[in-house]
């Protein structure tokens, strides 16, 4: 089997390549990566040492490029988007261009070459927040509150419609948190690690209690793995975890392991839509390909700090590309007297 796969470059997408460089039963990986603030050559590392890799400059968005790069490859697994929920709210239309339109481009491109298999990679935050008590199951509607969650929830209908209209065998993977080594220093995880290994201070959204599934992500890989080989086309499966703990929670694990304490938590206003819990049932992927997260949260979580202690060169640089500030509405009064006038 070849495989393309976008994002490549990117947290997970490049935890996903080496794990297809390592299954013998894989022929070549081309990677697909546009390279933006969120990709870099340097997660793949040691894959590029394989004669069995094949690294493409590129987007998504351009359509001509995707119908190019299809060619020859059986399965295709799509991670690329933009991926920062903090950054949609400044810049959203970015958000659509790619993860709406860039999935159409590569679905339509999939279809024109006959992929047998495509994997779309989705997110548990299109299901928007849940009540306590409450797990999404697949079926679930869509009602996500953010331009990212609504652009993730568009492209994985994008991607299904053409299983529905095209027979495009599409399956699609709603993941919870991830968090490992690799992932960008604004996501919350290394952002704190970083932040406290700098002496910094950190901080906190609201009151902290936002609840989120965390989930390590090789399990989340295995996951996407699972599905590529056995799921059954036109199917979403869920991929969760067993760990959901509010922000306040996570931080106090994370002041622990970074021997610092709550003088270096402030508390900040929450950002509009910051939903307050997710959550998902997956029993359905685990009754039907087996797929059991394994990864102890509290092991992974050290892990995870002890990567960000020992790679500073790999993250340092990228602080400095901080995340736009929300603008704040602006509601302008109307000028009456210069409203058109009704004949
Ligand atoms: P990431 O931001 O680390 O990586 C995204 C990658 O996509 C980067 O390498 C970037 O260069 C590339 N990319 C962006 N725009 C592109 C374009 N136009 N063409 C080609 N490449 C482009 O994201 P991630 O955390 O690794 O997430 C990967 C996927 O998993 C995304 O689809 C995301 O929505 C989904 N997901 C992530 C999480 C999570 O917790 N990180 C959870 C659920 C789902």
């Given at each position: 089997m070849k495989v393309l796969i976008t994002g490549g470059a990117g947290f997970i997408g490049s935890h996903f390549v080496k794990r297809m460089l390592d299954a013998?039963?894989?022929e070549h990986v081309t990677v697909l990566d546009a390279?933006?603030?969120?990709?870099?050559?340097?997660?793949?590392g040691r894959a590029f040492l394989s004669p069995r890799l094949t690294f493409v400059h590129g987007s998504i968005c351009d359509a001509g490029l995707m119908h190019e790069v299809m060619r020859g490859h059986q399965a295709v697994v799509h991670f690329a988007a933009e991926s920062h929920v903090d950054r949609s709210l400044t810049t959203a239309a970015t958000f659509v261009e790619t993860n709406v339109c860039g999935t159409q481009n590569l679905v339509d491109a999939a279809v024109r070459h006959g992929v047998e298999r495509f994997v779309h990679v989705s997110t548990d935050e299109v299901y928007g927040p849940l009540l306590d008590g409450v797990a999404a199951t697949e079926d679930f509607p869509l009602r996500p509150t953010v331009p990212y969650a609504a652009s993730k929830a568009a492209g994985d209908l994008v991607a299904r419609s053409a299983w529905h209209t095209y027979g495009l065998p599409v399956m699609v993977t709603r993941s919870s948190n991830n968090y490992g080594p690799c992932q960008h220093p604004e996501k919350i995880i290394p952002l704190f690690v970083t932040r406290l290994l700098r002496g910094e201070k950190v901080t906190l959204h609201g009151q902290g209690q936002h609840v989120r599934n965390w989930l390590h992500v090789e399990d989340n890989c295995a996951g996407v793995e699972l599905v590529l080989r056995r799921g059954n086309p036109g199917e979403v499966y869920n991929l969760g975890g067993s760990t959901a703990l509010t922000t306040k929670e996570l931080t106090s694990l994370l002041l622990n392991i970074c021997d610092a304490d709550w003088d270096a938590v402030t508390y900040i206003e929450d950002r509009p839509s910051n939903d307050l819990r997710y959550a998902m049932d997956w029993s359905k992927a685990h009754k039907q390909l087996g797929y059991q997260p394994v990864r102890d949260f509290g092991d992974g979580l050290k892990e995870t700090a002890s990567w960000y202690r020992d790679n500073p060169d790999r993250w340092a640089p990228l602080t400095t590309s901080a995340v736009p500030a929300v603008p704040s509405l602006q509601i302008v009064p109307l000028n009456t007297s210069q409203e058109p006038q009704h004949v």
């Amino acid at each position: 089997m070849k495989v393309l796969i976008t994002g490549g470059a990117g947290f997970i997408g490049s935890h996903f390549v080496k794990r297809m460089l390592d299954a013998e039963d894989i022929e070549h990986v081309t990677v697909l990566d546009a390279l933006t603030y969120a990709g870099h050559r340097a997660n793949l590392g040691r894959a590029f040492l394989s004669p069995r890799l094949t690294f493409v400059h590129g987007s998504i968005c351009d359509a001509g490029l995707m119908h190019e790069v299809m060619r020859g490859h059986q399965a295709v697994v799509h991670f690329a988007a933009e991926s920062h929920v903090d950054r949609s709210l400044t810049t959203a239309a970015t958000f659509v261009e790619t993860n709406v339109c860039g999935t159409q481009n590569l679905v339509d491109a999939a279809v024109r070459h006959g992929v047998e298999r495509f994997v779309h990679v989705s997110t548990d935050e299109v299901y928007g927040p849940l009540l306590d008590g409450v797990a999404a199951t697949e079926d679930f509607p869509l009602r996500p509150t953010v331009p990212y969650a609504a652009s993730k929830a568009a492209g994985d209908l994008v991607a299904r419609s053409a299983w529905h209209t095209y027979g495009l065998p599409v399956m699609v993977t709603r993941s919870s948190n991830n968090y490992g080594p690799c992932q960008h220093p604004e996501k919350i995880i290394p952002l704190f690690v970083t932040r406290l290994l700098r002496g910094e201070k950190v901080t906190l959204h609201g009151q902290g209690q936002h609840v989120r599934n965390w989930l390590h992500v090789e399990d989340n890989c295995a996951g996407v793995e699972l599905v590529l080989r056995r799921g059954n086309p036109g199917e979403v499966y869920n991929l969760g975890g067993s760990t959901a703990l509010t922000t306040k929670e996570l931080t106090s694990l994370l002041l622990n392991i970074c021997d610092a304490d709550w003088d270096a938590v402030t508390y900040i206003e929450d950002r509009p839509s910051n939903d307050l819990r997710y959550a998902m049932d997956w029993s359905k992927a685990h009754k039907q390909l087996g797929y059991q997260p394994v990864r102890d949260f509290g092991d992974g979580l050290k892990e995870t700090a002890s990567w960000y202690r020992d790679n500073p060169d790999r993250w340092a640089p990228l602080t400095t590309s901080a995340v736009p500030a929300v603008p704040s509405l602006q509601i302008v009064p109307l000028n009456t007297s210069q409203e058109p006038q009704h004949v």
